[in-house]
């Protein structure tokens, strides 16, 4: 790089990121029509977002105007649809950049983040970016939280935040009562990360933000309301931390097409649930699948996808053949996960067209 530019020597040094590629790339790179793919492999909603959203961007007013900074009346639906004060919600352009402004808000140079991996990897993403330092407790062999190894790596690295992701991405378990319990014990600032929490029979924890000083929960519109591509994700605060966020909070972070749709979706919430349904139907019904099949074990999950380890074959190579065929899921190339893929719960027709190629993989 040119002397006189002198960019973070910690970034130049960094790998890039790859996140999830668009529809477009997927079918350029396959040679097939967009309409011809599934895309299993990011958890979106595969039924998009609620008609009415669509019909509301169509008519969207007023976008020559910033929108309103501080999301008002979408916190006022928000806290209505969780049961929690307006005053302790915080919306940002997805879970996301939550994640970030917690960083923003807590971490000095050095200061420690406890991470959980195999987890969702913003949070150890971010981090660094942040000048933090990222502490991995790794999980159990089943995937479950080790509460002994977090404790001890709290205490001894005087940790500023612990992200725990519940259901967990990308394996699909919920954080045991007690372990929470304990955990919030500890002094720490503890993030418990939502995205999944809609398609789960566990409870949320949004209505213990506040009685707990030291727990944030993060949601998302992503998943369960399809808009993951308009970007508009939530926290829950204590209050006494509300002053501070928005102190930092960028004005004008969620635009207004997300502060819009995000608000028709609450508005519509009955049917999206419906959609749900069946999704956790459709999961349901692949574990139930995967599980007769040699070549997969699946995970037992709270969300909308399913995590497998692969047998007798590479994950990469059974990623690959799903591939061939116009299927998309998720590979991972990382310690714990390298033999594992975690496939999204798709429509009901995408689900059949899913069990028929794995059933002939396994035929032939
Ligand atoms: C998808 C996902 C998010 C991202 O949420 P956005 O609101 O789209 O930024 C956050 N956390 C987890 C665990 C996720 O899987």
Redesign the pocket.
């Known amino acids: 790089m040119n002397e006189k530019v002198r960019i973070r020597r910690d970034v130049e040094s960094m790998s890039a990121y790859t996140p999830t590629t668009s529809l477009d790339v997927f079918a350029e790179r396959l040679g097939m029509d967009v309409h011809d793919l599934i895309k299993l492999d990011?958890?979106e909603n595969p039924f998009g977002p609620s008609p009415r959203v669509k019909a509301a961007l169509a008519n969207l007013q007023h976008m020559n105007v910033y929108p309103d900074p501080e999301s008002g009346r979408l916190r006022e639906l928000l806290g209505e649809y969780i049961g929690v004060p307006k005053e302790q919600i915080l919306c940002?352009?997805?879970?996301?950049?939550?994640?970030e402004i917690i960083m923003q808000l807590f971490i000095e140079p050095g200061d420690v983040v406890i991470n959980t991996p195999p987890?969702?990897a913003?949070y150890g993403f971010d981090a660094p970016l942040y000048h933090g330092r990222v502490v991995d407790v790794y999980r159990r062999e089943d995937f479950s939280l080790d509460a002994d190894a977090i404790e001890a790596a709290v205490r001894q690295h005087d940790a500023k935040l612990l992200f725990l992701?519940s259901p967990?991405?990308p394996s699909g378990d919920m954080i045991e009562a007690g372990d929470i319990d304990r955990l919030l014990e500890l002094p720490v600032t503890v993030v418990v990360?939502e995205?999944?929490i809609e398609f789960a029979e566990g409870e949320s924890l949004v209505a213990r933000v506040g009685d707990e000083a030291n727990l944030i929960v993060?949601r998302?519109?992503?998943?369960w309301a399809g808009l993951?591509g308009l970007?508009?994700?939530y926290g829950v605060f204590p209050s006494e931390l509300m002053p501070q966020l928005w102190k930092i909070k960028q004005p004008y972070n969620v635009n207004l097409a997300a502060d819009i749709a995000a608000q028709v979706s609450l508005q519509d919430v009955d049917f999206l649930m419906t959609r749900v349904e069946t999704l956790v139907k459709e999961r349901i019904r692949m574990e139930t699948a995967f599980a007769e099949l040699p070549m997969l074990a699946p995970y037992p999950s709270q969300s909308n996808f399913v995590l497998n380890r692969v047998i007798g074959m590479s994950a990469e190579e059974f990623r690959e053949r799903l591939a061939g065929a116009g299927i998309i899921v998720r590979y991972y190339n990382k310690p714990r996960l390298e033999d594992h893929i975690r496939i999204s719960a798709g429509t009901p027709h995408q689900v059949d067209r899913l069990l028929e190629l794995l059933t002939q993989l396994t035929t032939s």
Do not use: H
């Open positions: 990011a958890n940002g352009a997805g879970a996301d950049e939550l994640i987890t969702f913003m992701c967990n991405n990360d995205a999944y993060l998302t519109m992503s998943k993951a970007r508009v994700g």
